[in-house]
């Protein structure tokens, strides 16, 4: 047998029919799917298909849900403004806060999804928006006006992780980039659409109703939730279901230290769909009340758990010593950071000449840019998985490395800094409408395709650490946009000059941050063979906490 890499991120895609390693395992056509299912009756993965699309339309709900109230806040911005005096630059503050709630209270909260399940993480963190968006409604000052957005943004945290662990757990590594593809896909309907709802809603209605909305969607989504999201909470190692190439898959975690002997051993032992753990043919599947219940603790909870949540908190803040996690935050904060630098030239600029914008006008702005992440998810997405597989086949005799997804970057680091250049530069000089939209749709295209592929490239590097490694990418993400969101105002200035260069700017770092992406490719496998062992030890360790 031809031997591969045993380090995360190196596996078998592609059945190779040369040889019998992957006789026993089960696939889809050619492709070994991986996690390999068991045959429990409450294994996500064994769910039919209405029911995964069920709780994928509810997450990615969620995630759309989360987004627009994080974004729909600078469609307030005039009327707080005329009628309490509140400046922009507060306004602004107020943004930096969101960022803040987003990235640190993904990481507060992550441990909660291993320990009580993942219904709990979604239900707390809507509930918490509702409350954000009635202190939103109802503000009275400059400090209102702010720290509301600390608790809009703790609701988007289960969107940042916990959506795309559960996605993980319903369908398969092969499914990865499409699934992801939808996930920002529906945070890019939100962040788009968002301000364009609340612009409607500010000019029809007045303002504060974009909170009161808020807030009756969010109640009435905890309700939905509770009743139907089901909980995909799986203890996948108590079941045996075979090896890949020798790789024992008990989920998805590396184990390259087989010796010839057990690999040997592994490909003679018969393996067939039917053999399972003799207790997982007599379990039961679980009933309604069982899959909706409020928590469902993990097997190795001890008494409530608090110092395990404690210990996995901190075991959680190793994530960022991995190469990759840096790497996908980086790319997925640079696009929030550059998020709003030109909405806030939609929201300031173009109220006056020469197109003097309501604030309808300038939710319909985000129309050219949502049209431009739904290309950009498309490619990032459904396409990178099927390059992924063909490149697999064609030059790699079935093996997938996980820097293979990356190929397909380099587009965004021509179409994203272009449309940075022509909606920057036409804003600046009063441009006709239709440059500053195309270059909306140029900067739609980088969203969708930067935030998808890094964040499905993490995925594929070290999969069994999916919550933690969006954690981390969520606090690095936030972190980044944050920085940049305390110092739009000021770069931006008042004047064309300043305009002009600040976006040039913006342009230059866009293509400098995806370029990234060449030294991610030429030593991503050498850093996964180098953390190897600090991946084994995390897994490791955090299963045991």
Known sequence: MEEIDFIPGTTRLVEDHDHAATSHLKKHGDIILSPQPTNSPNDPLN???????????????????????????GSAQDGMNTDLGISYNAMNTGAGV????????????????????????????????????????????????IWNQLFVGASEACAEANVQLSLS?????????????????????????????????ADRIGWRWIGWLSVIISLGTVVVLFF???ETLFDRSAYDVGTIDGVHQTGDTPHPHHSENEKTADLNKSHSPSDVPAESSMEKKKTYWQRIQLITLAPNVVGTGFKQYISRLLHTLRVFTFP?????????GAQDAWLTFYLTLEESNWFGPPW?????????????TLIGAVIG?????WFSDLFVAWYAKRFRKGIREAEDRLWMMYPCAIISPVGMLLFGIGTAYGWNWLAPYVGLGFIGFGWGCAGDLSMAYLMDAYPEMVLEGMVGVAVVNNTLACLFTFTASDWLGGGVDSVRNCMIE?????????????PMMLYGKKCRRWTLKRYEDFVRIRDTL
Request: net charge neutral.
């Open 47 to 73: 769910w039919s298909l209405p029911r995964r699309c069920w709780h994928a339309a509810l997450l990615c709900f969620v995630t759309a849900l989360t987004a627009a109230t994080s974004n729909d806040a």
């Open 98 to 145: 969101l960022f803040i709630g987003i990235g640190y209270f993904t990481l507060l909260i992550s441990p909660a999804a291993w320990l009580y399940g993942r219904r709990i993480t979604f239900l707390i963190c809507i509930f918490l928006g509702a409350m954000g968006a009635i202190w939103f409604a109802r503000v009275q000052s400059t400090e209102d006006s």
């Open 169 to 201: 757990e319903v369908f398969y590594s092969h499914q990865r980039g499409a699934v992801l593809g939808v996930y920002v896909l529906s945070t890019s309907i939100g962040t788009y659409l968002g301000p364009l709802i609340g612009g409607f809603v």
């Open 228 to 230: 139907t999201l089901e």
């Open 324 to 332: 990759a996690v840096l790497y996908s935050g980086l790319q997925w």
């Open 356 to 368: 003097n914008y309501s604030d309808v006008g300038t939710g319909l702005m985000n129309i050219p």
């Open 377 to 381: 998810c498309f490619w990032g997405g």
């Open 506 to 518: 913006i342009a230059v770092l866009d293509f400098v941050f995806v370029m990234l992406t060449v």
